[in-house]
Each structure stands twice: as structure tokens, then as C-alpha cells.
């Protein structure tokens, strides 16, 4: 299951930059609805629901976390294994900066 849904976006450029270095964008509005999260983009009106992973993700990058603490913390409350943690955060953050929901 994808970490991240599309809704009504404008496809944005990719930026490239390691996970300690990006933050949410400040065109970013983020909520948590219980278990999952809705991002909207004010800029381009996007609108974006992430899974319980993926507003984790994106609160612990908020948090100003460097990769390794984001998967550590993953391991913790998701009870998997780095290995998966780590790329469950590759693939959730290139998703995000590809629409444009990351500075760096």
C-alpha cells in the first residue's frame, strides 16, 4: 500500500537532499485525523492523504529528526524491522518532495 494518495495536484519538480536536511514546506498544511494525516499544498490546492506511517513520517520530519532517528523511532512504534523502516522513509519522503511538499 502506497504511503501517500494523490488528489488534485500539479505534479511539482523533485528536489534532492538527505532526510536531516528537508522540512515541510511552508505552502504545507498538515492534520492528523486519528490514525492518518491530509497534507494540503495552498499553492497548487493539492490535497494529499497519508497512511498512520506516512504522518508519522511527516511529524518526526517536522521534528527536525535526521533519517536514522526517524527509522529508530519507526522500529519502535511500528514493530518492523529497519531494513523496512528505511525504505518505507526513501520511498514516503521522494514522494514528497516530487510533489513538492518538502523544503530543503
Not at 498538515?30 to 495552498?42: E, F, N, Q
Not at 529508530?72 to 514516503?92: G, I, K, M, T
Request: net charge negative; proline share 3%.
Amino acid at each position: 500500500m502506497s504511503l501517500l494518495a494523490k488528489y488534485n495536484m500539479e505534479q511539482a519538480h523533485q528536489l534532492k537532499a538527505p532526510a536531516a536536511q528537508l522540512r515541510p514546506s511552508p505552502e504545507v498544511v498538515a492534520r492528523r485525523l486519528d490514525r492518518t494525516g491530509v497534507l494540503v499544498h495552498l499553492r497548487t490546492n493539492g490535497v494529499f492523504e497519508l497512511n498512520e506511517t506516512g504522518i508519522r513520517i511527516w511529524e518526526l520530519i517536522a521534528e527536525g529528526r535526521s533519517h536514522q532517528e526517524i527509522v529508530s523511532q519507526l522500529v519502535q512504534e511500528f514493530e518492523v524491522d529497519a531494513a523496512r523502516a528505511s525504505a518505507q522513509l526513501d520511498e514516503c519522503v521522494d514522494r514528497l518532495r516530487r510533489e513538492g511538499l518538502l523544503s530543503v
